[in-house]
């Protein structure tokens, strides 16, 4: 029913920038809470900021002033602008939207975000 594909990452040095972007397939998108994770080696996976359908945004602590996530539903695609990279945002980002009703969500399949010097 719903198709995310993620693209934008790569690797970049400490203090670099970096665009996120994820293309959603179907007709469920406007009315949709979008939200992008991360999930680093030896960790669970987290949070790391959601827009609703109104474009009300949130984001984890630690990517707070350096992170932004928006919304451009004529395209039916969410972007993650990440700036000020540091080595510990290195992790496997991945999409998720959630249609509220009926009670599932979708993912895509990830992409790497490498920071290093």
């Known amino acids: 029913q719903v198709q995310l594909v993620e693209s934008g990452g790569g690797s970049v040095q400490p203090g670099g920038s970096l665009r996120l972007s994820c293309a959603a397939s179907?007709?469920?998108?406007?009315?949709?809470?979008m939200g992008w994770y991360r999930r680093a080696p030896g960790k669970q996976r987290e949070l790391v900021a959601s827009i609703t359908s109104a474009s009300s945004t949130n984001y984890a602590d630690s990517v707070k002033g350096r992170f932004t996530i928006s919304r451009d539903d004529a395209k039916s695609t969410v972007y993650l602008q990440m700036s000020s990279l540091k080595p510990e945002d290195t992790a496997v980002y991945y999409c998720?939207?959630?249609?509220?009703?009926?009670?599932?969500?979708?993912w895509g399949s990830g992409t790497q975000v490498t920071v290093s010097s």
């Open positions: 179907g007709s469920i998108f406007r009315t949709s809470t």
């Open positions: 998720n939207l959630d249609p509220g009703r009926p009670r599932r969500t979708y």
